[in-house]
C-alpha cells in the first residue's frame, strides 16, 4: 500500500498540504481505532490480521474471506459473513471497521443522472455522479477534495486542493454506488433490464463481471481532480475495482482522464493498464496555455506523444480526446483541421468527444452554438476520426462535466478571477 505522506506534486505547486497527513501504509485512523479494511489489498488486511493476533496461516485464510464479503458480496457487516466461524465475527468487529464515505446529499437530475456529495471521516466535501444511459451506467469518480490545476472551463478548478483522497476514499464510491443502485448479489441487479453490449466492448479480459442485467457497468475517473495527481492512491483503488475476486471490472471498462501529466502517463498504462482519456480542449499553445494552464508545463506536441507512447493504446482501444466546446475561443473550422491534423501526424488511436461547455456561475466563456458544434464535428469525422458530440447530462443538479463543485464553495465572478490569478502565479 503506498504511503500517502508528502507525496510531491510533480509540476504545479498549490501551497495546499495534499494527502491525509495521518494515513500510515493505508491504514486511516478512526475515532474508535478500528481499522477501516476498504481500501485495503488482501496482503495488507493479512499482514493486520496477524498483528492483530490470529498466525500466519488463518489470517490469510481470514484476509481472503472477508476480503470477498467485502468487494464481492458489499457486506458492512462482520455478523453476516456466514462462512466465518460465529465467534471470531465480533473479534473482527472489536478490532476493524468496514467503512464508506458518508453521504451529505443526494440529487436525480430529470434525466436519470444521480449526483452524491459526500464527506470524508474529516469533514471534506467531494462528489461523484452516476450516469445511466440505454447501454450502460457509468460512475463519474473524483480522486481529490478539490484541484490544484486551474483549467478556466472547470467549475472544480475554482476550488483550492484540500487533499488527495485515500485509495479507501476512492473505491468507497464505487462501493456506495453499488449499494444505492442494490448491486450486490442478492440485491436488486436481477431486476434490472439487461444490458447489451457495445461492439467494442464484448471482451472482458479480467475478473468475471459482466455487464447483463448491471446498472454500473463503467469506471470514469474524471470527477474532481487530477487522478495522475494522486497517482499511488488512484492505482490501488483500481487495482482492488479491477480484482476478479472483489468488484471485478474489467480494465477495459475503465477510463482514466488527465489534463496532461505527461510524467505519468506511461506509467500509468503500465501499472494500471486502464483507458485513457485526455482534457485536449485547444490545438494552439496560446488557447491552450489559456484554458488549461498545465500546457505551459507540457505542451501539445509532448502530451500528444506521450499518447503515442501509452502502453495498450490500439485502434480496439482507442484514446478518447475531449474538447469543450467555447464559443470563439477553440472552435473555429482551422481548430477541427489542426485537431485532425495532429492527431493524424502522431498516428493516434483516437476519437474525440466534442462536450458542449456547460456554464456556471462567475465563468467567462459561453457555449459553442450548436450549428459551430455540429460543423466542428464534421470536419473531424470527415478526416476519418469519430468525433460525437457529448448530450449534456445532469445540468439540472450541476452534476454535468466540469460543474463538480461543492455547494460550500460557490464564488462569485470577482472571486473565480482573483483565485485563478493565484494559481497563475503559482504555475508561473
Ligand atoms: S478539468 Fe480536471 S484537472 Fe482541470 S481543473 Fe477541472 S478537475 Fe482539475
Known sequence: MADTNLMPIPGHIDPVPLPRADVVEGVTPRDDGRIDLIGLPR???????????????????????????????????????????KAMRPWLAERFAVGRPAIVEAQHSVDGTRKWLLQTADGHDYEMVFIPDADRGTLCVSSQVGCTLNCRFCHTGTMRLVRN??????????????????????????????????????????????????????????????????????????KLVMDGDGLALSKRRITLSTSGIVPQMAKCGEEIGVNLAVSLHAVT??????????????????????????????????ITFEYVMLKDKNDRDEDARELVRLLKHYKLPAKVNLIPFNPWPGTQYECSTPE?????????????????VRTPRGRDIDAACGQLKTAAEKKSRAEVDRLFAEKEAALA
Open 285 to 318: 499553445k496560446e488557447v491552450r496555455d489559456e484554458i488549461v494552464p498545465i500546457n505551459r508545463k507540457y505542451g501539445i506536441e509532448e502530451l500528444l506523444q506521450a499518447c503515442a507512447d501509452y502502453p495498450g493504446a490500439s485502434n480496439a482501444r482507442r
Open 43 to 85: 496482503p495488507r488486511i493479512a499482514e493486520l490480521f496477524e498483528a492483530a493476533g490470529l498466525d500466519r496461516k488463518q489470517a490469510k485464510l481470514r484476509a481472503k474471506q472477508v476480503f470477498h464479503w467485502l468487494y464481492h458480496r458489499g457486506v458492512t457487516d462482520f455478523a453476516e459473513m456466514t462462512d466465518i466461524a
Open 165 to 238: 483522497l485515500t485509495a479507501g476514499e476512492i473505491v468507497g464510491q464505487v462501493m456506495l454506488a453499488r449499494d444505492a443502485l442494490g448491486e450486490w448479489p442478492n440485491g436488486a441487479a436481477s431486476q434490472a433490464p439487461t444490458i447489451v453490449l457495445r461492439a467494442d466492448d464484448d471482451e472482458e479480459d479480467e475478473g468475471s463481471y459482466t455487464s447483463d442485467g448491471r446498472l454500473l457497468t463503467n469506471i470514469v475517473m474524471m470527477g474532481m481532480g487530477e487522478p495522475l495527481y494522486n497517482f499511488d492512491n488512484v492505482r490501488d483503488a483500481l
Open 372 to 388: 459551430r458544434i455540429r460543423r466542428f464535428s464534421e470536419i473531424i469525422f470527415e478526416g476519418g476520426i469519430s468525433a460525437p
